[in-house]
């Protein structure tokens, strides 16, 4: 394989943003051309993850297609899923050994729509979709069946609650924040039992944006680059009737394909937007929650791009190789109200 | 491929003895309504209130002085934000056209047939569509000088829409200079080549 | 490193029409892929991972319906990806998968594109009000007609050369038992008086609304070498974007699409594609753009592609037949069209298109475009080793 890396991220994220799509992710793509000195001649592959349904509008893709510059033409990509799939497709690209430099982005606003109607709208329509069941309930139930299997605690919940808040004080990019004991947490009224408000997302706006490089590159642009060792992605099966709510098999055949586990991680940056999530999947990938630090960056349930969570999850993790923070990395990201599409990187300095 | 196309490929689906005879399910409809407040972003935003007032703004690039209307915020020839917004007045000329037979959602106000053209304002650098009238369908051409017909002033709202149509100025026709290029000539910078 | 070789070595189509009542969207990919399957003699297990493209989701109402169409497509424990590249999706979709097997990581993939867009309203998905734009939005054919009408007046072409298109195309798709209209009765004549939809476009001059998929089996060459049929090697690869709207942009030959083939070209050591290539499967939703393609893709100059349909070259026994399987004016399900202009290509080049096959056919071009003429996705595949 090629040795590729990322080489800079950069990301926004606010409750709301005024801006629309374009305005809100010219800055973050020139962000990263910036940080890498790389202007729109010296990418020579651009892959983006975004989605109709959340935008309210059909090929909402394309107008922000221009904040790339595509004029003259570009080689370019798209995918209907996370930003961090957009990732995996450059990241192949560079593995022909033609295109040196990729442009990545994710990004959503779901303030404009209703997200809950929206993502009813992702259910299977025969079965469950009539039923317009929200995306919180089904997390939820997920959590029961968890709770009653005795996976989980609520305690252990509100733990990983209080532990994110207090990690995303020193994320600029985090929405959800603050010092908050277990107790206190656990004092407060269910949202949907048996969730309660720390236990799900901080949904916001925004997006992100990732460059790759193979190595001439990389060592030019980037002081430590966060070399990618391997991206392993898999799909479960998605019936809500078919799937065991407490695993994500995806995940798990992702981590053991990459060997996540066969040395020391010290930073695992996993898309969970719901703290029993980040149970299921520390569980499913293997990890040592004394030997890593789960989420530094807050993770997704402290600020939650849709279409971009998974991407912010991977730059977030590379962010703190390039810092020196960490030498080994592991990123995640996920699709489906039961985790059921699971991507899984592994990066290192 | 010599298979039948319109055999099944699937083996039959086996039921359960409890539900021979039952009707089998067509299909499932489920009408779903889905509301969105979208954000118009600063520069269309100034775009939309200036159309209140029967006044047009375009962006240009901060790379190649191109100017696009409406504005997003964004050129596609920079990449880059857009810093200078630029008033433009409402004439232009038809860079081209076609004769719309076919009623469109949502516009049942549409007379058919209808022109609906692209119109390139003086000092654009690219066109947007709108709606020629004013002259008889089969004597609309290329490059026909027009000039906007705004809705009445208590019919103004923050909205492209306030130009009703584009009708006929009576001047002179522009001479097209190239059929294949659109827009007040740029020259975008030549390809590098990239083999990706 | 060096780039693995990769060949189409199974192909899968539903038949097309404009609804598909008699399967889910499940069924409906099931059985493309299945037919691709068989094609290849291989099982569900054999497949390493899966690609899906398709066009916007408003087509079906169903927010990415991959994710619980993955299980349909043997997709549980492995890979599956979801391209949307637009109207060029279908090719693009091909090109992903191509480089899964390229780069080595997978010995087959399974490509596959598809709309079920009988589910929703098409028209109404083409046509959503746009925020912020004026609400004449005329569809694609009212985008298009005023581009054709440049070229019709670059060119001096005669008047009814869209209509010989038209007519070409759908006789053609007679002997594609797969494709959407068959149309025994119709005369050339009855296309020329059809209604004006958007002056210069007919309705006979453009495509019809389908539900649909087709499915490809791309693989290495170790698992080419044990494919039960004869196999198309891709050559060559492309793909191109550019924005839609700027000063000085060529509407009618796309910067992107003639850079996206002089690229796609070079990579395939081709020179002279008129005597070069032996049948190309290009995306004509609209009658002119066979032409205009035509010229931008290099097999004619400018202002000159229209000399091809009048003198009959592109049609099936003629020099350089194009679109032998009806083209997308006789198939239009939106996210498969490409993929079925990919397919096609290699099914030529296989020897396997039966009544619509081109006789001798050893390169084949497949294209692509999507947005507005602004996204385009090339293939060229061979049957030589």
Known sequence: MIDVAVVAYAARQQPVFDENEIEMMAPVIEDVRVATGLGPDDLDFTCSGSSDFLAGAAFSFVMTVDATRPVPPIVESHVEMDGAWALYEAWVKLQLGEAKTAL???????????????????????????????????????????????????????????????????????????????????????????????????????????????????????????????IDHRMD?????????RRAPSAAIAAQALAVTADKIDVAELDAPFTHQEALLATELGLDSEATTINPSGGSLCGHVMMGAGLTRIGEAAARIHRGEADRAVAHATSGPWLQQNLVAVMEG | ?????????????????????????????????????????????????????????????????????????????????????????????????????????????????????????DGASVGFI????????????????????????????????????WAPTGEADVRIASYELIGAPGRPPAERQVRA | MAKERCAVIGVGQTKYQSTRGDVSIAGLVREAALRALADAALEWDDIDAIVIGKAPDFFEGVMMPEIVLGEALGGVGKPVLRVHTAGSVGGSTAIVAS???????????????FEKQSESNAMWALSLPQAFQTSINAGAGGYFAPIIRRYMAMSAAPEL???????????????????????????????????????????????????????????????????????????????????????GRNMVNPAASSMCVADLYAKAGITEPRREIDVVEMYVPFSWYEPMWLESLGFAEKGEGWRLVEDGTTRLGGALPVNTSGGVLSSNPIGASGMVRFAEAALQVRGMAGEHQVDGATRALGHAYGGGAQYFAMWIVSAAA
Not at chain 1, 157 to 173: C, K
Not at chain 2, 135 to 158: Q, S, T
């Open chain 2, 130 to 165: 709108g709606l020629v009238a004013g002259i008889p369908a089969d004597e609309v051409r290329l490059g026909l000088r027009v000039k906007a017909v705004w809705r009445p002033d208590e019919e103004l709202r923050e909205t492209a829409d306030n130009i009703h149509h």
């Open chain 1, 104 to 230: 990545i982005y994710g990004y959503g606003k779901s303030s404009p729509g209703s997200l809950r109607d929206v993502l009813a709208t992702q259910l299977d329509p025969y079965a469950a979709g009539p039923l317009k069941a929200d995306a919180f309930g089904i997390a939820g139930l997920q959590a029961r069946y968890m709770l009653d299997a005795g996976d989980v605690t609520e305690a252990r919940m509100a733990e990983i609650a209080a532990r994110s808040m207090a990690s995303a004080e020193s994320n600029p990019l985090s929405i959800r924040k603050g010092t908050r004991r277990v107790e206190e947490l656990l004092a407060e009224p269910y949202l949907h039992d048996p969730l309660r408000a720390h236990d799900v997302p901080a949904r916001a706006d925004g997006g992100a944006a990732v460059i790759l490089a193979t190595r001439e590159v990389a060592e030019r642009v980037c002081e430590r680059p966060a070399w990618v060792r391997g």
């Open chain 3, 99 to 113: 480089t899964l097997v390229e780069s080595g990581i997978h010995a087959r993939v399974l490509a596959l594109g």
């Open chain 3, 161 to 247: 050369v869209g209509c010989l298109v038209a007519f070409k195309d759908r006789q053609h798709a007679l002997a594609n038992p797969y494709a959407h209209l068959h149309q025994p009765d119709l005369t050339f004549d009855q296309v020329v008086e059809s209604p004006m939809l958007w002056d210069p476009i007919r309705y006979s001059e453009t495509c019809p609304s389908s539900d649909g998929a087709c499915a490809v089996v791309l693989a290495s060459e170790a698992a080419a070498a044990v494919a039960p049929n004869p196999v198309a090697w891709i050559d060559a690869t492309a793909m191109r974007s550019e924005a839609n709207n700027f000063g």
């Open chain 2, 1 to 121: 491929m010599t298979d039948d196309p319109l055999a099944p490929v699937a083996p039959p689906v086996q039921l359960p003895p409890r539900l021979q005879g039952v009707e089998a399910v067509q299909s499932v409809r489920t009408p779903f309504r889905l509301e969105y407040h979208a954000s118009s972003g600063q520069h269309m935003a100034a775009f939309l209130r200036a159309m209140k007032q029967k006044q047009i703004l375009g962006e240009r690039c901060p790379t190649t002085g191109q100017v696009f209307v409406p504005p997003r915020g964004v050129t596609p020839t920079s990449g880059l934000e857009t810093t200078e917004l630029v008033e433009l007045p409402d004439t232009g000329y038809v860079e081209s056209f076609c004769i719309t037979r076919v009623p469109i959602p949502g516009r049942d106000d549409l007379e058919l047939p209808y022109v609906s053209a692209w119109v390139v304002l």
């Open chain 1, 237 to 245: 099966i998605h019936h809500l009737g078919a799937r065991d709510p």
